[in-house]
């Protein structure tokens, strides 16, 4: 079982481990992506550019608490730890072994299950409803629940048998993972308004090319 990219049988970029951020990457390169419509998923995009440099997103504990609020889980988040940056960071690796072995049919490690699985028996984040009728976020939340959350969704996703809906972004520049959710199942790009529309011009300008 492949992840589909540019062509159908293009490897998947493994790295889920960072490695030291190298002094040449731009500053924009640091913001946060939530394209993989998974919240496990958007975890392992904190892994900046894994076709080449592999670098941490999540550098402190305050990038940690700007990308639990911006992914929508809390308005809020209790004190943030470099031991809960640590915890994270050990979780996303856990769960990014999980998905590509068994994208690869290959049997779940039992470190990387036993991570997962302690991290998901802790509490998770109670879901609540407005007078609306509308969900609401929570106003505040502690790491430990968001990691929970992120644990059950990583399960959710593999115990479904749904990995083979698992992408990768098309672009040779980009390797975010993302939830196919479309019905043919056919979602080539992370997004189309950045990666699809760009790698669209480009193949519009090498088609009108003038001949030399």
Request: charged fraction near 30%; aromatic fraction near 6%; proline fraction near 7%.
């Amino acid at each position: 079982m492949a992840v589909a990219g540019g062509a159908p049988d293009r490897a998947p970029h493994r790295a889920v481990v960072a490695r030291a951020p190298a002094p040449d990457v731009p500053a924009h390169e640091f913001r946060f992506h939530f394209y993989a419509n998974r919240p496990c998923l958007d975890l392992l995009s904190t892994i900046g550019e894994r076709w080449r440099g592999a670098f941490e997103r999540l550098r402190t504990p305050a990038d940690l608490r700007a990308w639990i609020q911006q992914a929508g889980f809390a308005d809020d988040v209790a004190r943030v730890t470099t031991a809960d940056l640590d915890d994270v960071r050990r979780l996303r690796a856990a769960i990014g072994r999980l998905v590509f072995a068994q994208i690869d049919g290959e049997p779940l490690p039992d470190p990387d299950l036993a991570v997962v699985n302690a991290a998901a028996g802790r509490p998770d984040l109670a879901p609540s409803l407005g007078r609306d009728a509308l969900g609401r976020v929570p106003a505040r939340a502690t790491v430990s629940q968001v990691r929970s959350t992120l644990a059950r969704d990583a399960i959710d996703l593999i115990a479904s048998g749904e990995v083979d809906r698992v992408r990768e972004c098309g672009a040779d520049d980009c390797s975010v993972l993302f939830y196919d959710s479309s019905r043919p199942g056919t979602r080539r790009w992370c997004s189309m308004a950045g990666c699809g529309n760009r790698n669209k011009a480009a193949a519009h300008r090498r088609r009108h090319r003038p001949a030399r």
